[in-house]
């Protein structure tokens, strides 16, 4: 080892063992002594450092203040930080530079030579560490300060410290008029009065009542106004400090919205009510009078068939079919009252079984050929609301056939998440302008008197099968007849409301 005739020779072995990078410097600037530490972290060999200018060591655009400080340093020797204040950066000798923390000690040789002692820590990873946490605190701080919901922060005793933006408009204070006061002045009794109850009782035991979790509770802004808010606070331990961040959203909107949806919700309650009755009261008082205008007129048709010409008995015809439709329209009015009304159970529905009594109900005649297709689907629906769609498709298909020989084929297919029905016939076809017409209600494209309708049918198909959230249309060729296609979800849906009467 070199003997630098210092004061302590001692001194010379523990710079060379020390695992903190150290190196020793004459007055001069001149490097006198590097340990391996020192070396390893500038990127130097052994005994490679020895009589180099300290500034080797410093980034060029450095050099000049350096040497300004080295002096200063020797005019005035003592130990301390070199450069407090300001960032110093050491020279790899690759030439890359990284961050360095210098600290200086005097030095005098047996001669009285002027040395100092520097100690170099290598801060790159401190550094980055601090540029994070910089950077995560500029978004942290972009957060509160743009967020749209309020954001407060208080200690563990209620006493507020911060506001951002959002709850400074919320409540009508600015962060300065509140800083220092409790929480509770932001909270209209009786909160006010059990807050500070409730953070004493989680201080002493740590049952949470609010603290990780959400509720709906009222705010009080400074011009005295109540507004309901949603609040869930989050707790915090900054050292030894427990703290609480508080985010509020003011909900007089969403509030607003569920008293008028509830007031809606009882409205339409009420009317539906009040429909239900007036529909069976209109029956019982409408069907009363038919049924003795029917008997008469059956009566008339019997006893004097004899004392009626062909005109008179084309009349008593008449008179008896449109009584007859009459009563049918009023129960088709009925069951189109009744749905998404009133409701009943879904239940898992064989369409093969259910298909074959709807053809067994309707009795085609013998000229008719039904034909259904084999290996239909079970379905989640009402049974009557299904039943009422494929009887209403079929005997359509019976009422209008034009033809000799009716044909009438029921298919399924698989469309994804639905089943997608047809029931297809051959009778006379449907005009395009009338697609949407015949799915009105009271609609029929043909003359009553010819026959028997009430408009009814096909709008209750559509109004069922859009309350299951599937859809119903056609396809048709003048003199080919046409087909009725609707779908179904496969595992069933929540009930449409949108075809409530």
Known sequence: MKNLGIEGLSLEWLVASATDAMLIVDQDGKIVLANPALEKLFGYGPDGMLGLALEALVPSRFHAAHVGQRDDFFEQPRSRAMGAGAELYGLHHDG??????VSLSPLRTSQGQQMVLATVRDITERKLAEQALQESEARMRAIFETAVDAILTIDERGVLERLNPAAERMFGYTEAEVAGRNVSMLMPQPHRAQHDGYLAHYRETGEKRII????????????????????SVVEMQLGARRMFTGMVRDIS??????????????EISSANEELTNFAYVV???????????????????????????DEGKEHMRLLINRVHRMSSLIDGILQYSRVGRVREAQLPVDLNRLLADVVDLLAPPPNFRVTVAPALPTVLIEPTRIQQ?????????IKYMDKPDGEI?????????????????NGPGIETRHFDRIFQLFQTLASRDRVESTGVGLALAKKIVEMYHGRIWLESQMGQGCTFWFTLPKSGAPLSRTGNT
């Open 283 to 309: 029956s019982h008082d409408l069907k009363a009078p038919l049924r003795g205008i029917g008997s008469l007129a059956d009566w008339l048709a019997t006893d004097y068939a004899e004392q009626f010409n």
């Open 212 to 231: 990780g979790k959400g509720r709906e509770v009222e705010g009080l802004r400074q011009d005295g106004s109540v507004f309901p808010i949603e609040l």
């Open 96 to 101: 890359y530079e990284f961050g360095v923390e």
């Open 253 to 266: 909107e969403r509030k607003a919205a569920e008293d008028r949806n509830r007031r809606l919700m009882q």
């Open 409 to 425: 084929d029921i298919g399924c297919a698989d469309d994804g998440s639905h089943w997608r029905f047809s029931v297809r016939d």
């Open 389 to 397: 769609v494929f009887h209403n498709l079929i005997s359509n298909a």
